[in-house]
């Protein structure tokens, strides 16, 4: 398989690298990192190295990769990132020891599902501080939370926001005292502990990193900054990671010199967009066994810095290599580095064969 192209090419080693660094940091400031598996679609043998990390918890925004992490023998605990639809609530209880959650009549099925389970099912109710994604609003809180504290075999673990997803915002010091602010509250109405605030994703990391995270913030759920190396706000090299963790790989189908410019009437592309071009004259163009149908074509970066990507259809990249250092010929691979979407595309694809590749 590791002569098959399209292929994702996976360091698994260098994951394990950047997960104890990230790993580190977090524990450094008290915070639980529950490490984030769905970019690569839980694919064992990053999981494996998130594990071999020290991961505190294990976490998916999908169901069925939770199922799969258990299946592998992964230890846990595994969280659910994703608010559960309704009806896969007896799935979530069976298989995630977690779940975020921000709507009342799923809870209520949660705690049913959990109840027929016999069970005690742990949930993190979301707060919306400003990025518009899930979430109740800050003064919806405390109804929430005393509603779900009467539901049988729900134990509500804490708190949680999420930040620079939708909506881009930063967090700062302001919208973590949003959520503080907001425990707090529901904690004097309730009586409930709710030990753990959930401060977001990698975007937090810089706030964590440059001492500016407010204390009571303790958890983080973390997956480009350790999957990628990358700082989620502005996709920056995160401080003492690495970012050659994935690598994808597509072979030439053709090798011609065409024009820049189509030749006649336009209309719109096969996905419905109408496109300019810029005309570099005729350029040495190279097509590959790769597409939109398998990849976020503006989240490639060829390693080649000669190459340009011009665009692709559902199933072809289009490259201009006049300038590659090597000449292109039919039959060769190419390399590409993914970004988070990319690389999300790439584990998603059946058509990209998948390689963990050790050292």
Same mark, same amino acid.
């Given at each position: ?6 292929? #994702? ?97 799923? #809870? ?70 949003? #959520? ?163 690389? #999300? ?15």
């Amino acid at each position: 398989m590791a002569d098959r192209t399209p292929r #994702l090419e996976i360091y698994p080693d260098r994951i394990r690298e950047n997960a104890t660094v990230i790993l580190a940091l977090a524990h450094k400031h008290n915070v639980q990192a529950a490490c984030v598996t769905k970019a690569t679609a839980a694919h064992p043998a990053v999981a494996q190295a998130l594990e071999d990390a020290g991961a505190d918890m294990l976490a998916d925004s999908r169901i069925i990769n939770l199922q799969a992490l258990r299946a592998q023998g992964h230890r846990g605990p595994f969280l659910l990132v994703r608010p559960p639809t309704p009806s896969e609530a007896a799935e979530v209880v069976h298989t995630a020891d977690l779940s975020l959650n921000s709507s009342l009549s799923t #809870l209520k099925l949660l705690s049913e599902a959990a109840q027929t389970q016999r069970i005690t099912h742990r949930v993190i109710l979301m707060v919306d501080v400003g990025d518009l994604r899930e979430g109740i609003l800050p003064d919806s809180a405390v109804d929430l939370c005393k509603a779900t504290k009467e539901l049988p075999a729900l134990e509500i673990a804490g708190l949680g926001c999420s930040l620079a997803c939708y909506g881009g915002v930063i967090p700062s010091t302001e919208n973590m005292h949003l #959520l503080i602010n907001t425990r707090d509250m529901c904690r004097r109405e309730t009586g409930l502990e709710l030990p753990i605030l959930s401060g977001g994703n990698s975007s937090g990391l810089p706030l964590l990193h440059s001492g500016g995270m407010p204390p009571a913030i303790n958890h983080f759920r973390i997956g480009e900054s350790i999957i990628l190396g990358r700082n989620a706000i502005d996709r920056s090299p995160f401080p003492g990671t690495r970012q050659d963790t994935f690598i994808a790989v597509a072979e030439v189908l053709e090798v011609e010199n065409k024009p820049s410019m189509p030749i006649g009437n336009r209309g719109q592309d096969a996905f419905g967009k109408s496109r300019e071009f810029v005309d570099r004259g005729r350029r040495r163009r190279a097509i590959c066994n790769i597409g939109r149908q398998d990849v976020v074509i503006d989240g490639i970066v060829p390693l080649d810095s000669g190459i340009i990507i011009l665009g692709g259809s559902s199933d072809q990249l289009i490259l201009d290599v006049e300038d590659a250092e090597n000449p292109v010929k039919v039959g060769d691979e190419l390399a590409f580095r993914p970004g988070y979407g990319a690389l #999300l595309a790439l584990s998603t694809s059946s058509y990209v064969y998948k390689v963990a590749i050790p050292g």
